[in-house]
């Protein structure tokens, strides 16, 4: 028998505790020993769990329990997340997270620290919920150079989007149905501002390219300026909006790595992923694109990849798998204004001749886009491909002109 410990009973831990019960004959079979759970912690009562006996408010119980060989911490956010897990670690036992959060921002500590003391710290279900795109990375595509590595990495925000696309949903309405569905964040901000998607990438990129890469070096756009107007836009251009996490090797070695939305062509791999679904495209020189795909957010495909987690450290007790990246400075980023892009703009205009001939001599060839009902005081154009800081400055020109910039969004190369 192997004893855990679960930290942590929101809806993954309590999917985590789930499985765990209800797939107990199962997990028996495929280490050929019962996975038994000793502790829950968690601040709040829950007299009719049938684990009730189980639950404690206190870590300690945990950390001091020598029976306890893995805990999976799922409580989310950094503190007391941190704490708790480099105490578990430096007491020899092994961590499994969900907490995308802790391992963006600590990731190259908690991995050093998993070393020095013969621990695993693994962390699958941190991106791409259900999804298995960690240990595939770093086991199965591990012969590969991997180039670029992009995908819709938020549920919420793809739900939001895809039921704006799909069914003319206000956003509003569309963020609250993926609160109730328990998709969203505690804070939905974090979700619709794009710092959850920032902390995946980042975790992805450290992966990839073997040097922690923190989310504050990286720049990050959410989904809230998105207008309905500016999908039908992008549906007239054979396209559809995907709020995405990329990151790209370039030849001298940076990273070019962003969050934002982007106009994605319909004949991507990535535009028919929708509502919580995420996909995940990585690019390897061997193997050419490879593609993810699953549920993304949610209580039992979440906490399916944290029991995997806990199983995989139940197989490997007393030795370490190799999962490690170094730390990482922004030296390792190219600045945001010297990313390349092409970028869809809709604009005011008084006259539409007069604003597509000034677009057309400050960008050069746009292609100007339309759709039956859209609005004649507006311009929508997509420009060529050059730097942001090219777009900001000729923006500053349109502007200049008294022709404000309603809109401006990538349009992605995926
Ligand atoms: N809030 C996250 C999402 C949960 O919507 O993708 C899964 O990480």
Known sequence: MVSVAIMGHGVVGSGVAEILTTHKKKLFASI??????????????????????????????????????????????????????KKLLKAGKSVVTSNKELVAAKGAELLAIAKENNANFLFEASVGGGIPIIRPMHQCLVANN???????????????????????????EALKLAQDLGFAERNPEADVEGHDACRKICILASLAFGKHVYPDNV???????????????????????????????LDNGKMDILVAPML???????????????????????TGDVVFYGKGAGKLPTASAV??????????????????????TS???????????????????VDRETVINKAK??????????????????????????????????VALLENDNINVLSKIRIGDL
């Open 32 to 85: 050929g020993e019962e996975v038994y759970i000793k502790h829950i912690l968690d601040l709040r009562e829950f007299p009719d769990s049938p684990l009730a006996d189980r639950f404690t408010k206190n870590f300690d119980d945990i950390l001091n329990d020598v029976e306890v060989e893995v805990v999976a911490e799922v409580m989310g956010g950094i503190n007391p997340a941190y704490d708790y897990t």
């Open 146 to 172: 991997v180039k670029e590595v992009a995908g819709i990495l938020n549920g919420t925000t793809n739900f939001i989007l895809t039921k704006m696309i799909a069914e003319g949903m206000d956003f509003d």
């Open 219 to 249: 720049h990050t756009e959410g989904i809230t300026k998105i207008t309905l107007e500016d999908v039908k836009y992008a549906a007239s251009f054979k396209s559809v909006i995907k709020l995405i996490g990329k990151v790209k090797v």
């Open 264 to 286: 994605i062509s319909k004949k991507s791999q990535l535009a028919n992923i929708d509502y919580e679904f995420n996909g995940i495209m990585v690019r390897g020189d061997c």
């Open 307 to 328: 029991v995997a987690d806990i199983i995989d450290c139940c197989k490997h007790l007393k030795t370490r798998k190799y999962l490690y990246w170094a730390d990482g």
């Open 331 to 349: 030296e390792n980023i190219l600045p945001y204004n010297e990313s390349e892009t092409a970028v869809y703009l809709r604009l005011s205009a």
């Open 361 to 394: 001599e400050i960008f050069g060839e746009v292609t100007v886009i339309t759709y039956e009902g859209a609005n004649p005081n507006e311009v929508a154009v997509a420009t060529p491909v050059m730097t942001i800081q090219d777009v900001e400055s000729k």
